[in-house]
Every structure is written in C-alpha cells, then in structure tokens.
C-alpha cells in the first residue's frame, strides 16, 4: 500500500506479509491487514481479487464489488451509502484491484473494513482489515523550575510511529512559532501553551497543552468540525483558561463574516451580528466554558467558528483552526431503480453527509405524508411525474430536494435564420434530480442512430447544409428517460447551378426545346437566363427556372448559362451550348476579287449560306456541273474568256437543299490591236469628205482618240474620224488609240497625196491589180491555213493577238532587194488574224509595180502621197517609236488622187 506524502508517513504496517483469504480460487489479498494513520489525513486499502471463471457448472461473472464495516438488517451496509462517510469516500476498482480512499480521517473511522465481491452465482467476503486513527499529542518532560520561567523538553507525538521524518509546525499561545522539528528544548513562561501539527494537515493540530502543567493561555474546542442537517439545532463548544483570573471580554466570531468588518483585522462578536440574530445564542454553563448554540440553521451558517478571550495583559489571537460547521440537506439517493415504459420500481434512501443517529424520518410523494416510512430507506412503484422526498421527523419544513424522472426537456437554439458557416449551439434542458445525462441524435431513419453527443449542448463550429434537419435530446436518470425534438434549417447561397437540355439529342429546327436550370439553395433561389456570358450591362433572357423556345430557330443556337442567386449570395452556370440543326437557307455567292475580274488572274468564288449540319457544296457554270467543286470555295487560278458565264452552288445536307443566287463573271482585258479603215474605200478626191473608222476588241469597250504626228493635242476622239474637206495639209500620220481601264493599243494611218490627170489610168489598172492580188492572196492564204489546222492545238493556247498587214504600192529597199519567193510573199501579205475579229481591215491598196524603173519611180513620188498605216501596241517598246520614221513593214498605203490644181 502506498500513502499520499501528504500522510508524511503517519501510517504504519503492523503486519506486512501479504495475506490471501479465501479457497477454490476465491481470494483477496492486502497490501496490509491493519492500517494505523494520523488523525485529518488520507488513507487507502487496497486489495487484489480472484475468482473462478466457472461456479458449479455455470459462467461466473462480477455483478458488484463493495466496502463495508457495518450490517444492517442482515446486510453489509455499502460504505459509499453511509453518512458519515459521504463527501470523504471513494471505492476505485479496475481490473481487479480495488482502493478504498477516505479523506480528513477521523478518529471515528477507526474500524474494521471488510471487502466482499458479489457474482452472478456466489457472495465471497473477506477477512477484515483493522485501521487505527489517532491525534497528535505534546508531551512536555525534562522540566526545571526556576524563578519566573521553566526549562522543558517539548515533543510532538503520535501513536502511529513515523514511517518518514514529516515537517511539524508549532504554535504558542494559539499563534504560529518559528520552532521547527519534532521536538525541541526552550526557557518557557508559566502562561504559555503550546500545540503542534504535521505541515500540511493544520486543521489536525493536538490540543493545546500548558507546559507549567498548570493554568496558562489556551482555548481547545470540543470538535474540529460538525455537520448538521439544515433547520436543525447544533452547539459548539470550548473550554478557555487564562493565566490571569481578571477576563474582560470573551465571544465567538466567524473570520467569513470579516467583510461586514469595521477593522478587518478585529474580529466582531457573532451575537452582535444581524445575520444571526434570533437564531444564535452564546451559553456559559460553568466557568471556562463557552457554547455557541445555532438553532434553524441555514446554508449560510456553514462557517469557521473561533472563540476569543482578552485580560488587561494578554489577549488571544489564534492561529489554530477553530471549529467548522457544515449545515447540509437531507438528500434523497436513489439505491437502485427498474425503469418501464410508464412507471419505476426504486428503492430510496434518505440521508445527509452529518445525520445524527437515532432519529425518524418522514416520506413525502407529491408533497403528500406517507403513512407508515419512519426509516430512512423507501421502496415503491413510481410514476415518471412523482415527485419524493424525505425529511426528519419534528423538522417536516425542512424537507430533502424532491427526486423524479426528468421532465420533457427544453431545447434552446440562436434566434434567427442560421446561416452556413455560423456557429450554432443546441441546448437541452430538463428538470430532474438526480440530475439528468443528456443524449443527442439526429433523426435520418435509421432505428440505430449513433449519438452525437452525450452534453446538454450539441455544438456546430461551422455548420453546413447537411446538417439541417430533426435533432433528438434524452434527458434520462435512474428514475426514468424522456425526450424532445427540435428542427434545424440550414440557410446557404445556392451551389452551382447545373443546366439540363430538354430534347437531350440533336435539335432541329423548329421544335420545342426547354433548359431547365436547378441549384440547391436555401432559401429557393431566383432563376435567371442569359445567352453568352453573363454581362450585368445586358438585359435577361428570361426569368425562372426554365427558359422554352416553342419553335426553336437557328438564330437560337449559342452559349446559354443561368444564375441563381438568393440572399445570401449568387452562383452562375457553366455555359452549355445550344447546336440548332436546319436546312440550307439564304444562300449567295460572292466573287473576289470581283465578279469584273482582268483576264489571267484568279478568282474565288465563295458560296455563302447557312446550314446545320453543314452542307456539301455543288457548284454550277450556266447550269452545268463543274469539276472539284464540292467546297464552298471554288478557286480559278488563271481565269481566261472561256470562264466567262454565271456561277452558282448548290448546298445540301439531310434536312434538305437549296441553290443559291447566281453571280455573272465578266472576263475583262485590254484593247487589242486596233482595226483602221478608211472610207470611201475607191479613189478620194481631194475636197472630198474621208471618213477613218477604228476599232478594237476590248471589255470594257474601248474609248478611241485620234492623233496626228507632231501634234500634241488630239484630233478627235470616238471611234469615227471624219474630214470632210481633204486638203494636201491634211497629209501625215494620223494614229488611233483604243484605251480602257487595262491597257491602250494604237494603230497609224499614212495619207500621202498623189498627183492627179496622167495617174489615172495607172490608178485604175493598179486598183484592178490590187484586186486580183487580193483575191490569189486569200486563196492562198485559205489553202495554207488548212493544211496548217491539222496540227491540234495544245490545251491554254491562244492565237496571236496581232493581225498586221503589210500591202505595199511603193516598194521600199527591203522589197527591192527581196528575191522572187520574198517579193511574193510580200506581194500576197502575211496576215495574222486576231481571235473574235471578224471584221477585215480594208484599204484603198495599189500592189507595187517591182520592175518598174527608179527613175519613173523617182517622177512619180512628187504626184502620190503614201499612207502608212501602223498598228502598235501600248506595249510597244521605246526603241520601235525611235524608229516611227522608218518605213514600217506593217504600214497600209492608202493613194489619194489629187485633183489638178488651177493656176492664176
């Protein structure tokens, strides 16, 4: 067994060797079987128990387990249940060793405790141990008397022999002395007295002794402490002495009234105190001995109680405790209960931590006398609403609390909404003594619902949605169970909210399509829809929970998301998108760069329409089909005049098809080489009227401008140039240009004037020369091409855009010095025809007379002008205009006949 330190080893092992009692595996043993401790201090008997597992045949187990040193109608009376020993007891067991604690011992507890252990199939008790309580005590020895003062031996002793050397403390005349030690040897005065006690248990001091063994100051109380029940009487009692006879004041104090003090340092006479008056009286029944007697005493008269004397030449003032009252109520402790649906069978016992011996007591149920209970147990049916208590007989108006099964608990919860995140307390509350445990559970239909708590208060820190709905609380003791519900709604900002699509497959066109958007949210949260990201600068769509197309249309498809939003805060969707399938519709076709596009450079074509799924392209060239054109893009890298004509496409997917609007491509190119002819085509007289025609193949049609040489400005502009008196001066070049937007061309036209009369009949038969010439030339020229055209043409070739001819009336040195085969080729011409140029380039042409001598040549050119006409292109170089002068192998002669001038 081991003591606290506290005991400072005031305990002693008279027998030491363990002890084992018992047979058949029934045992205990002791640490001790006889215990001897110092009177205020704590002690514990422990012991080890054994048991058989199996009792004549049957499982044997521990139901109970008890200490006791009293029977009492032929049972062990429990020393946890005696008055006496309640508040200073506690029986401890754990795996089969139990300790019996009992504090401020007394010299009452002196007894034998005996252990018992009680089985479901056998009782087994134990032989008893013995434990010893005694007081300290000053034992004065050694004493020399001399003349007005002793020396003595002082020592502080105890019956139970230190196991340890404890502190002592020592007190003189009721005041605390610096003497230290068990004992010690001084010079003492006749009048003093002296005590002592161990350190740490000052409320256990010895009496006060006098060391001249005769009167001297000191003042010893009857009890250290009394416990009486409330609305009883008690007295408290000491005897005082005084060295000298002459005592002029003496009365009892309480050092917890010294708030109501004058001098906190001066104690003040009890009896004068309003607290106790009428219920407190001081009592001399013989010299030297004073009673204080509190009559109908109170919670409040629980004090310390001190006496005090004063002489002319001494007065006490005690640091040694005094006496202490404890005024405690009658209480009602429930043995042991059966608890039913509707009812409880318990046996009650009516006791006080100080109930005085001897005495009856009184039952109440429902504040009604029960007739025949004078004893201080009870045994009865109960209904859960009953109330009992018990009281002393002859002091009926100070009745114990009563005890009874809780009442329906109350439940308590913040006012006000209670938001997600918060910290929220549950409460639960009920009337019942013994008081009640409390059980908190959530109702979720399970019949087994684990507890949550075992507290009045079920505490959420941060409580969340989940945790809204139906709380139980059980108030339950041993006289009954009852319980209470309570509800719990959790308010939160709505979650995200998630958006569903009603057709869930494709959609077409035309049906009836409903979103539908929800979001847990408490309170309901308010729906609202937008296309396209949400932008608070942009009305809604719409307003609720569902947003419906009746007849939904392509326009509709997109990206949609909804918000919810409550008080408490808002959430938006994540967007979902909307796919809207519908036939081709509103189809066209676009041309870049333009539908007016320059021969040779490329085209697109660009079929534009919308479609869902999209659709498969055909495209079409004046309503035929073309080749690769199954995109929407219709690509001409080099466009020529063959693509020329109106385009369109044709889309198509599984809901139908539609062709679009048609574009019409103009294939656009520059002037070709200009076609000058002049009029009348016979013989020009001079002052007749002369028409020059020019003309070229062009897109956009050409614009014509005439010019002569050496002029800067033009001569006219249109395609027709007329003179309409021809005079010699109107001799010269004379140039046709053809312009548009791409390009120029030009063409030059030589007049020559000739002299009239002999030339006659050279002009005429040169004409008819001319003619014939004309006519073996193209012959010729048809016999050529068709032997020429047998060889195909390969594929994007194109004729030459020249057509020159070359008819000469006037030989140049070139033709001169040609050979027979170039002077017929030069004779027939050499034409080259340009493609889509129907019309032939005509000209009054005389053939050049080869063999005719210089000299007549030489006579001639004084009488005929020479016409050249010249077909250049804008392209031409700057090398080939150095040369205009020259003689062109292109140029076209035209002869005029001058008319025979009249001289005067």
Known sequence: ??????????????????????????GVTYSSTEICAVKGSTVEIRCSYTYPSTWRGSVNTVEKTLWFTKWKGGKPVDLTTESEYSGRVEDLCENNICTLRIRKLRESDSAQYKFRIITNQAVYASEPVTLSVTGLQVKVSNIYRYTGYIWANLECLSSCPPTSRPSYIWYKNGLKSPKQGDSFNDYFYPKESYACAVKGY??????????????????????????????????????????????????????????????????????????????????????????????DLRDSDSAQYLFKFKTQNFEWRSDLPGTTLTVTALQVQVIRATVQQSNTYAELKCHSSCSPAGVSYVWFKNREKIPKTTRSSYKDWFQHRDMISCALEGHEVFPSPAVYAPRLPYLSRPSGEIE??????????????????????????????????????????????SDSGEYFCTAENKLGRTSANISIDVKYAPRVPSVSVSPSDEIKEGSLVTLTCSSDANPAAKYTWYKGKRNPDLPPLNEGPQLVFSSISSSDSGQYCCTAENKLGTKASKDISIDVNYAPKTSSVSASPSAEIEIGKSLQLTCKGGANPAATHTWYKDNHTLPWGSKDIYQLASITLEDKGNYHCELKNKYGQLNSTSVHIDVQYAPKLPSVSVSPSAEIEEG????????????????????????????????????????????GSYSC????????????????????????TVAAGSITAVIVCIIFLIAFLLIRRKR??????????????DAQVRIYDSPSAAVQSATPEQEAEVCYASVRFIKNQEEALYSNIKPAHLRRHKKDEKDKEDDVDHSTVTSKSHSATAESERHEAAEDPSALYSVVNKKPRVLT
């Open 420 to 465: 997600e995140g918060s910290s929220v307390t549950l409460t639960c509350s009920s009337d019942a003594n013994p008081a009640a445990n409390y059980t908190w559970y959530k109702k979720n239909g399970n019949p087994n619902v684990p507890l949550l708590s075992e507290r009045p208060q079920l505490v959420f820190r941060s409580i969340q949605a």
């Open 737 to 760: 240009e053809a312009q548009n937007k791409l390009g120029r061309s030009n063409s030059t036209l030589h007049l020559i004037v000739v002299a009239g009369g002999s030339m006659k």
């Open 1 to 26: 067994m081991s003591l606290p330190a506290a005991a400072r080893g005031f305990v002693v092992f008279l027998l030491v060797v363990q002890v084992v009692q018992g047979l058949d595996d029934w």
């Open 788 to 801: 020429s055209s047998k060889p195909t043409t390969e594929a994007g070739e194109r004729p030459d855009n």
């Open 202 to 295: 000052e409320n256990s001091p010895s009496p006060s002794v006098c060391v001249n063994g005769q009167d001297c100051n000191t003042v010893a109380y009857s009890e250290r402490s009394i416990c009486a029940p409330k609305g009883s009487s008690v007295d408290i009692s000491c005897t005082h002495s005084s060295y000298e006879y002459n005592v002029q004041s003496k009365f009892w104090f309480s050092p917890e009234r010294s708030h109501q003090w004058k001098n906190p340092s001066q104690p003040e006479d009890l009896s004068e105190d309003t607290q106790y008056a009428g219920h407190a009286q001081i009592l001399e029944t013989w010299r030297g001995r004073s009673t204080l007697r509190i009559s």
């Open 688 to 731: 007749s009227s002369v028409t020059l025609t020019c003309s070229s193949d062009a897109n956009p049609a050409a614009n014509y401008t005439w010019y002569k040489k050496d002029e800067d400005s033009p001569r006219a502009s249109g395609q027709i140039f007329t003179i309409t008196d021809f005079r010699a001066e109107h001799s």
